[in-house]
Structure formats: C-alpha cells, structure tokens
C-alpha cells in the first residue's frame, strides 16, 4: 500500500521564480493539506483540497495556490518566490473532509531552497 | 500569540533515563491532540490521538496524557532509536489544527 508520496524531493530555485510542487495521496484518502515547516519549526498550514476545491486556508498569501485532481494528487504552486519560502513543504493526507485532521499521513516532503 | 507551545524545546537523554515532554495549548473548544514523531528529512508520522482530560495512551516506551490545559509525552528507558522531534498538535474550532515547534529528543547511547 503506497503511502503518501512527494516530487520533487529537492528544489533549488531563485528569487521572483515560480514552483509546482505535487503530491500522490495514500491510496483510499481523498483529502490533501499542505504544509509548511521552516527549519526549526512546527508545521505551519497552508491549505487542503477536498473534491477538488479549497475548503479550509490558513494565513498565508495568494502567490500559494493549489489544485486537486479527479484522481485526489494535488499540487501546491508557489509564484513570485522569496527567500523566506525556503522550507520543507509536507503534504498530508486522510479520509473525508470531516475528519481530515484526525489522523493526517504525510509523505517525505520536498525541500525548496530559494537563492 | 503561540496556540501551542512544547518545552524543552531540546533534550538529551542517557539511554534507559526516563523522561517527560510538555504540550500546552490555549485554544478553545479542543476537539483532539495529536502526536507526531518526524525524523530527520521525513515528514511527521502519527503517534497518538487524545481527547478528552484524564485519557491515557501507550505505544512501546512512548505514553500520552492529557489534562484540561497541557499534554505529556512520557518517554520510560528510551533507546537511541527514539531519538527524534516530537511534535504536539491541537485541533479546535472549525476543524483547525495547529502544531507546536516540537521537541527535539536525543537519547545517547
């Protein structure tokens, strides 16, 4: 049973640039949350995706979109990128919207470095 | 304002010297907390959920609690491969889930 999984693994890019990270969630959920987590730090909420559309948002900006497909992957993009957007990006995934933050599975995460 | 705050933020502990982290959290209307376990380059992985004060869960040396206002992880004869960040998460509200910056534990051989 595959797991919750991330590409890419690493990702350098530059100031002003734009990134498309995306996410397979385990087999059977059909819920996607992302997550940033800087170094040193708890994961911080960035959105998550149910049936395709964007059902809760935390606090950050609209250069952070994201998109899930019929088959629930999902893709977190990030435009205009700045060096505090360096972190691990973790996407997690559960069972139906309504207990999406009971028992989250995260994959790997890809780590974005912005010079 | 932190909703979620673990201390101490590092630990390092002799194999076998029992130990104990703290999770505290100000949010209202908890509807659960979570543990996670993340090493190293990996994402989170679950540990424990509770929910109510006075509940208890075990897993190997690991065991939560939980109280009205604070979370504990215990930790009984820890081995080097319980080494790792242990992170603490709230859900309240509308469905939010906000995670504490962790603690990070290394048990030395």
């Known amino acids: 049973d595959a797991g919750v999984t991330q590409s890419p693994t690493h990702l350098i890019k530059t100031r002003g640039q734009q990134v498309t990270l995306r996410c397979s969630p385990k087999s059977g959920h059909d819920t996607v949350s992302w997550y940033q987590q800087a170094l040193g730090q708890g994961p911080q909420f960035i959105f998550q995706?149910?049936?395709?559309?964007?059902?809760q948002r935390g606090n950050f900006p609209d250069r952070f979109s994201g998109h899930q497909f019929p088959n629930y992957s999902s893709e977190l993009n990030v435009n205009a990128l700045l060096l505090g957007d360096s972190a691990l990006y973790l996407c997690a995934s559960s069972l139906g919207v309504r207990t999406a933050n009971e028992k989250l599975f995260f994959g790997s995460g890809t780590q974005l470095s912005v010079l | 304002e932190d909703q979620v705050t673990q201390s101490p933020e590092a630990l390092r502990l002799q194999e076998g010297e029992s130990s104990s982290l703290n999770c505290s959290y100000t949010?209202?209307?908890?509807?659960?907390l979570f543990w996670y376990r993340q090493d190293p380059g990996k994402g989170p992985e679950f540990l424990f959920t509770?929910?109510?004060a006075g509940e208890e869960k075990e897993k190997e040396r690991l065991k939560a609690t939980l109280t009205k206002k604070e979370s504990f992880l215990h930790i009984t004869a820890p081995k080097p491969e319980d080494s790792a960040t242990y992170l603490c998460a709230v859900r309240y509200g509308n469905n939010r889930l906000a995670f504490g910056k962790g603690n990070q534990v290394v048990v030395i051989p």
């Open positions: 509770l929910y109510s």
């Open positions: 949010v209202s209307g908890l509807r659960g």
């Open positions: 995706y149910y049936e395709e559309e964007e059902r």
